[in-house]
């Protein structure tokens, strides 16, 4: 992520995807950046300073209501693109604030 994003990386991550948010150690936490923890599952976010975002290669989190959070993200104003389907899954992707591409699943 670029440097400063911090504020928007815990809207999008904690408040909307509901991933909280981990203190970093603190021999890490001067390098800026942020953590996301939750059972199974560590985002670590870390500060680019030519950033550019990932709009491929990409995350997929398996998710309970898939409709209900897209619901949430297109209400804060995130675009949310379908493809194509997969069997036995339904699936989304939208971008984080800095553009890198997340996919979004749940199982049938």
Known sequence: MPEGGETEAGRFYADLLGIPEA??????AARGGCWFEGPGLKVH?????????ARKAHPAFIVDDL????????AAGFEVIEDEPLAGLARRYVSDPFGNRIELMQPL
């Open 23 to 28: 203190a970093k150690p603190a021999n890490l």
């Open 67 to 74: 409709f209900a959070l897209i619901a949430r993200l297109q």
């Open 45 to 53: 976010l870390g500060i680019e300073k030519d950033f550019s975002p």
